[in-house]
């Protein structure tokens, strides 16, 4: 059994899963398909009627998220204009701040690694 899983659930596609033998090989994999996911056009806004509009800023085009041992539980939400937010556990989310110059992916391996 390999320890670390990485589940993908895009807008629109199935869910995918996979498996690594490493932290470093999953965050690898995670980072790769963030940035795949995020150089897609950008989405457009979208009106909920009698709710409100939806910019591409608030809708989450993807959410990538890593597990393993320990109770690891952490991913990333790449957004419908590219940009990307990382966080923390699964039922409770905690977003994770990223320093100066830092990317999300980055700040995700900060806070895991």
């Known amino acids: 059994m390999t320890p670390y899983g990485l589940t993908i659930r895009a807008a629109g596609k199935t869910v995918r899963r996979e498996r690594?033998?490493?932290?470093d090989a999953a965050m690898t994999a995670?980072?790769?398909h963030a940035r795949e996911?995020?150089?897609?056009p950008a989405a457009k806004t979208?009106?909920?009627p009698l709710v409100r509009d939806f910019d591409p800023v608030a809708q989450v085009r993807a959410?990538?998220?890593?597990?393993?041992?320990r109770r690891l539980r952490a991913g990333?939400?790449?957004r419908g204009d590219g940009s990307a937010?990382?966080?923390?556990g699964r039922l409770r989310r905690n977003l994770l701040e990223q320093r100066a110059g830092e990317t999300p992916w980055a700040a995700?391996?900060?806070?895991?690694?």
């Open 46 to 48: 979208v009106s909920a």
């Open 30 to 32: 995670l980072e790769f």
């Open 63 to 69: 959410r990538l998220e890593l597990s393993g041992p």
């Open 20 to 23: 690594f033998d490493s932290l």
């Open 108 to 113: 995700l391996r900060r806070s895991i690694g």
């Open 85 to 88: 937010e990382a966080f923390t």
């Open 37 to 40: 996911i995020g150089a897609e």
């Open 76 to 78: 990333l939400d790449v």
